[in-house]
């Protein structure tokens, strides 16, 4: 009886690999962060092929460290940053273009246009998300737009489409399998979450020929066997998920109502709302959760941009601090952000307020601003943003909520989420495995495989580590929000759209 799962966990500033065994526990991890390119203002690129070598590293890395054979692992389950976009050539299996990540701002215009061709309502009402260069279906077209002959090869069936996942199920069945799931579908702007499929009009939209499409299959089903030459070979890939709906699985959200926010490069706050997709009056996205055993599940999203990204920008962007891990150590030098208010809308505003245009401003500084002032104001801003979230998603649903679940590379900062509680004014819970994207990862590859029998087995595995309490009085979280308001209404509409 093989012991482990093996989970795949491609972030967008880094790829890990994780073992877990049959009660969940990781076993063993390895980690390896990967070029950011940014080559021009509002651009974010990562090389393909760099984040196929480093994810295949780590994995047998991992198998390494723990003394672990092919026979030892069940399956692999996949999850990935979502929404960027890969293509390649399906005879050279080599990218066309470097990978353009989510992030990216370079397609707004092209976004403006379709909206002004007044398209906004059909995007909505078809895939749940909001009009923005934030997805994947504007990006496919400008890269057939701006390489030479990849429109004509597009044409002629020789280009392949694929988020992460799917570039990574390519290289590890060695070119022969091209599929994604429909969390990640749900992401391109191409794929009709009502019908269940790509859409025609939408791939007219962006002028995207559906040969170019991976075949979407289930998130918890066997896919295939690794084929390449690694130490996982053999082993049947089970799972794919998007990295912010495998959080949700992976923190047990398996019934209506069941909520979680993820403090990763971005924050990302979903909701499981069942069967049926709930449309948000408040800007929120409609999105598919996962698909198993024939059954869809839909979640109420808010996204938010940049998060623990800020940490990394006062890293390397401004050489604040030498490693994330220091910016406590600034937090906790000073007693407040002394007035200091930051809007990190370094790759514009996501949810709910939806402006490209935005850019990031730090207000309030004075002769006594210091850099530890910043950094809280720069960590008290993930909070801020994760807060926004939840009034939206308060607005549009009635569930009752009663404590947030937490997880993501950020959680692990105590300051953080005591003041994400004292402003929420609501108990934040962070459990203790809070690596829950790769974990949900992991458990829809073993239910696939019979490593687990249902999800009321997974629930066993879920402890908590520490509850947070919110410690100010409403009124104070009041006026806290009520300055930030004020900050991002002036970081809006910054940037001018391009001519
Ligand atoms: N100790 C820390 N305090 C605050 N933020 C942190 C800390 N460690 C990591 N981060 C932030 O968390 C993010 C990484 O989280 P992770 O969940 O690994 O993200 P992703 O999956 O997007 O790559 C980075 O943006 C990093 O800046
Ligand atoms: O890389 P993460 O974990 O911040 O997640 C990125 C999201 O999937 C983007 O939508």
Redesign the pocket.
Known sequence: MSRFVLSL?Q????S?AILFDTSGNPVASEQEEFAQIFPKPGWVEHDAMEIWRCQSAVADAVMQKAKVTAADVAAIGITN?RETTVVWNRETGKPIHNAIVWQDRRTAGKIDQLVADGNGDQIRAKTGLMPDAYFSGSKVAWILDHVPGARESARRGLLAFGTIDSWLVYQLTKGRVHITDPSNASRTMLYNIHTLDWDDALLDMFRVPRSMLPEVRESSEVYAEVEVDMLCRGVPIAGIAG?QHAALFGQNCFKKGALKN?????CFMLVNTGDKPTVSQNRLLTTIAWKRKEQVKYALEGSVFI??????WL?DGLGMIKK??D??GLCDSVEDSGGVVMVPALAGLGAPHWDQYARGAIFGLTRGTTTAHIARAA?ESMAFQSADLLTAMQADTDFKISQLHVD???A??DF?LQFQADILQLPIVRPKMFET?ALGAAYLAGLATGVWRDTAELEKNWQVDRIFEPQIAPYEAAEKKAVWNEAVKRSMHWEKPEK
């Not at 993820?262 to 971005?266: E, S």
């Open positions: 966990d972030g967008t500033t880094s890990r940053q990295d993820t403090y990763g490069t971005g998060g623990g990204a800020v940490v990394q890293r994330s891990s910016i406590r960590v993501g590379g950020a692990i900062d953080l994207t």
